[in-house]
T-cell receptor, first 110, second 117 residues
């Protein structure tokens, strides 16, 4: 079946540091890829998505590129803020089924 | 546009008791999902409805969990009897009509945090 593997956390960074969270997937066919974010005390929110190979999703300074050749969808942000502290989930949809990675907790210190 | 509504937000029960969660999806969304999120893990799909029909309940522990979506709008998820390992956040999500090959975004509610003691 489909699966998503993402970098284990927790990750602790200083403000303005560069953030990368690795994500790789296994799936048949042509899944769409997502990054969801869960801020403390809140529900899951879609951060960005990409629906086909070489697409780049971007939002709030975060970016991720759909790399079919390496089956990856790594999340990056050039300069993090304290408000980016959250749990980040990589996910894919294949045949309308959404599969999540285990999540990576990111803490940004001032 | 109103988001996905869930209640209650928190529930504490003793093992062997029963509990029910309620979800109201975004208006017009045909597809509704229930997920279980255990601490430290990603959400796991329990059941998916398309209108009022079940599309996928392969991961629902049917000996103790049940769900319904009467009239194809809101939905309830019930656990009876609860076990300690059912302690988790139960998330409801909705999306426009899901078809094979579709990539519609799922919109999540705030979740219900269940603690079984």
């Amino acid at each position: 079946g489909d699966s998503v593997t993402q970098m284990e956390g927790p990750v602790t960074l200083s403000e303005e540091a560069f953030l990368t969270i690795n994500c790789t997937y296994t799936a048949t066919g042509y899944p769409s890829l997502f990054w969801y974010v869960q801020y403390p005390g809140e529900g899951l929110q879609l951060l960005l998505k990409a629906t086909k190979a070489d697409d780049k999703g971007s939002n709030k300074g975060f970016e991720a590129t759909y790399r079919k050749e390496t089956t990856s969808f790594h999340l990056e942000k050039g300069s993090v803020q304290v408000s980016d502290s959250a749990v980040y989930f990589c996910a894919l949809i294949n045949d309308y089924k959404l599969s999540f990675g285990a999540g990576t907790t990111v803490t940004v210190r001032a | 546009e109103a988001g996905v509504a869930q209640s209650p937000r928190y529930k504490i029960i003793e093992k062997r008791q029963s509990v029910a969660f309620w979800c109201n999806p975004i208006s017009g969304h045909a597809t509704l999902y229930w997920y279980q999120q255990i601490l430290g893990q990603g959400p796991k799909l329990l059941i998916q409805f398309q209108n009022n029909g079940v599309v996928d309940d392969s991961q629902l522990p049917k000996d103790r969990f049940s769900a319904e979506r009467l009239k194809g709008v809101d939905s309830t998820l019930k656990i009876q009897p609860a076990k300690l390992e059912d302690s988790a956040v139960y998330l409801c999500a909705s999306s426009p009509l899901a078809r094979q090959g579709s990539s519609y975004e799922q919109y999540f509610g705030p979740g219900t945090r269940l603690t079984v003691t």
